[in-house]
């Protein structure tokens, strides 16, 4: 079965002149990668007050991975640099697009009314249950725990918004969506694979939904996902999907453009529409066969939250009554992207990698383990 990567999100985008490379970034460029490990005491600098074609946070977050004989540079040839090294991500038709999306989300929020204003911004003891803020809280592995399940290898469980808050998000949404349809707007919806739904940036809930991503979502993958840079996220896309009558009614089997995937059922009546996982995969591994340990499936409810990563293949079965509506953010890191690029094992993380690196060590110890009997018969009858 074909496994789909869902790359087509729209892109956090402040696009800026593409002026020529210095001669210093660009030299450098040529010659140097991103070090795989942060220079942890550099303070890296701020530079939300420049126009980019990603977000500030991405640049100060990268900074700290950069040679050293870059981070003496002005800022403007080391926000040049990162610049070459992120588009990469970003081929030209893409960019496009992302103007063309930007254009789109500027003329949502400079004329969109928000319905539920305590939305935007991100009160802790309104959006989530007691027990879920308090893990956070206290910040250690046993308090995550504390709340969670882990029912198949890499997949946590937990309750983690107030009925309250999904009962508003929902309400927001069905707002913009009749605001959308009055302006006679075509809506941008959230990836190929859904017909139905919204990206929550679109309308003004960007800013709340980074402080999601780094104060509570990065807490937990950092402990949890270290191995696909759940400590260095830095870019997000949120979106809501609806599913049942009238709307999309299950997803196909895919992995998501993300390192780590946040999943809330934000209610409402409905049957089916389970998950069902098999598996994660590196890109070179995502079409291989499932085993038994990693099949696993997962029946939504409202409030309770699933986290994956990004690259853990799954889909949605059909939601056969009823109305179902999700939230989800696909979590990214540019520093595990760049790093990615010069890795060919995968074994931390891809099961396949996994599987194949065990079988090498195990016939790597048969070899060694016959030679040995050979020695020790050929000594016996000397």
Sequence with gaps: MSHRGNNDSPAKSEVIGNGP???????????????????????????????????????SSLERHLPPNMLVVPRDDKAKFMREILLKYLPIGERNRSQRHKEYRQKII???????????TLNPTAFFVPSFLKAINDNTEQSFRSIMSEPSAGIFVFEMFQPDFCELLQSELENFEKWVAEAKLRIM?????????????????ETMLDKLMDDFIRPLSRVFYPEVGGSTLDSHHGFVVEYGKDKDVDLGFHVDDSEVTLNVCLGKEFSGGELFFRGTRCEKHVNTGSHSEEVFDYSHVPGRAVLHRGRHRHGARATTSGHRVNLLMWCRSSVFREMKRYQKDFSSWCGECNRMKQERQRSTCAATRMELIAREEGESTA
């Design 21 to 59: 490379v210095s001669t210093v970034a660009n030299s450098m460029a040529s010659r140097h990668r991103l070090r795989l490990n942060p220079n942890k005491e550099h303070k890296p600098e701020g530079y939300e007050d420049l126009e980019l074609d990603f977000n500030p946070s991405i640049f």
């Design 110 to 120: 400079s004329n969109y009314l928000p319905l539920h204003r305590e939305l935007y």
């Design 189 to 205: 919806r959230p990836n190929r694979m859904n017909k139905y739904g919204a990206v929550l940036d679109d309308f003004g809930l």
